[in-house]
């Protein structure tokens, strides 16, 4: 059952860094290669396309790409397994590429509904400084990895709707 999703031009989970006032442009900034958000996001995206503890969220985003809940209803095993795959397909082969927005007020993360902007899913810059400040292993690390990861699931879902809305556009 495979997505009839339009993917031009096609993200590549590619992480940028910009400024709030450029938030309706394209970025073209990349996020140092040594930063660790870019481990943290490149690790949160082996975990969701690998069957694990994610197949909720999995189960969630083919829910938004067939429209229903409870897109599973009558379905055969092998092909609610077959769905699932595709989506993690789909993610592993063109995942949303992720901005950092510095400055950015009032939201955590964000995703803009525009068709020139679908590829890209926005964090906070300011929540990703604080994650890199606490130390590792503590409690507050581990809740602001947690904060992070539960924001980029909810901006993917954002991500996937938009994809879904441009082709019924």
């Known amino acids: 059952m495979p997505f009839n999703l339009t993917l031009t031009p096609e993200s590549t989970g590619a992480v940028f860094l910009w400024k709030q006032s450029s938030i309706n442009t394209v970025p073209d900034t990349p996020l140092d290669p040594d930063h660790p958000f870019h ?4 690790a ?5 396309v690998s069957p694990s503890l994610y197949d909720s969220v999995i189960d969630a985003l083919v829910a938004i790409c067939q429209g229903t809940p409870h897109w599973k209803n ?8 077959t ?23 009032g939201a955590i993360s964000h995703h803009q509904r525009q068709e020139h902007l679908w590829p890209f899913i ?15 292993g503590s409690q507050e690390h581990a809740s ?7 924001c980029l699931d909810h901006e993917i879902g954002h991500w996937v709707f938009s994809l879904v809305s441009i082709i019924a556009e």
């Open 39 to 42: 481990a943290l996001w490149k």
């Open 44 to 48: 949160h995206l082996a975990e969701l």
């Open 74 to 81: 009558g379905l055969d095993n092998l092909i609610v397994a």
């Open 83 to 105: 769905t699932k795959c595709e989506m993690r397909n789909l993610l592993s082969k063109n995942p949303p590429d992720v901005v950092c927005v510095d400055g950015m007020t």
């Open 122 to 136: 926005y964090i906070s810059f300011d929540y990703v400084g604080l994650w890199t400040k606490s130390p590792a």
């Open 144 to 150: 602001l990895t947690a904060l992070l990861k539960t």
